[in-house]
């Protein structure tokens, strides 16, 4: 087995610096002339569709993960739950108690999640009320009072 050295950018400090070679095509710039702006820096910008499908990808490999952990764990349990009895492979029953666990937190994060909207559309709508009250009234906006009427 034989090693290659490792490459380097730099020329090794023995060799002459190197000359570009003359170009057959010649320079459109004039001598002295200031040089080309460098070309704008374009970036772009992540999207609802990029992370959709980044986000498909990750629950693709999950998924993947999931189908091979439950035909590793095929052997048959049996289980147990408030009277009733059945069998289920290992990998199954894991995966239904980790979906029962994703559960027991979800309930309680969307009634919190719930219960903030509530209190916040009701501050908005108090926040409009004060807003209101607080501007002059317009006599000749519409529905405020006499004005020109339209025929």
Same mark, same amino acid.
């Given at each position: 087995?034989?090693?290659?050295?490792?490459?380097?950018?730099? *020329?090794? %400090?023995? =060799? &002459?610096?190197?000359? +570009? /070679? $003359?170009?057959?095509? *010649?320079? %459109?710039? =004039? &001598?002295?002339?200031? +040089? /080309? $702006?460098?070309?704008?820096?374009?970036?772009?910008?992540?999207?609802?569709?990029?992370?959709?499908?980044?986000?498909?990808?990750?629950?693709?490999?999950?998924?993947?993960?999931?189908?091979?952990?439950?035909?590793?764990?095929?052997?048959?349990?049996?289980?147990?739950?408030?009277?009733?009895h059945g069998h289920l492979?290992?990998?199954?029953?894991?995966?239904?108690?980790?979906?029962?666990?994703?559960?027991?937190?979800?309930?309680?994060?969307?009634?919190?999640?719930?219960?903030?909207?509530?209190?916040?559309?009701?501050?908005?709508?108090?926040?409009?009320?004060?807003?209101?009250?607080?501007?002059?009234?317009?006599?000749?906006?519409?529905?405020?009072?006499?004005?020109?009427?339209?025929?």
């Open positions: 087995m034989t090693m290659q050295p490792e490459r380097t950018d730099k *020329p090794p %400090a023995t =060799a &002459e610096p190197t000359v +570009p /070679a $003359p170009s057959p095509v *010649p320079d %459109a710039r =004039a &001598e002295g002339s200031p +040089p /080309a $702006p460098a070309l704008p820096h374009h970036t772009i910008k992540r999207t609802r569709i990029s992370s959709t499908w980044a986000a498909i990808t990750c629950f693709a490999v999950l998924l993947l993960l999931l189908l091979i952990f439950i035909l590793q764990n095929s052997r048959s349990v049996d289980v147990s739950y408030f009277g009733a492979p290992l990998g199954v029953a894991l995966l239904l108690s980790a979906v029962a666990g994703v559960l027991l937190i979800a309930l309680p994060g969307s009634a919190r999640i719930m219960q903030l909207r509530i209190i916040a559309r009701r501050h908005r709508r108090d926040d409009t009320r004060q807003h209101l009250a607080a501007r002059p009234a317009d006599p000749a906006s519409p529905g405020r009072g006499p004005g020109p009427t339209a025929s």
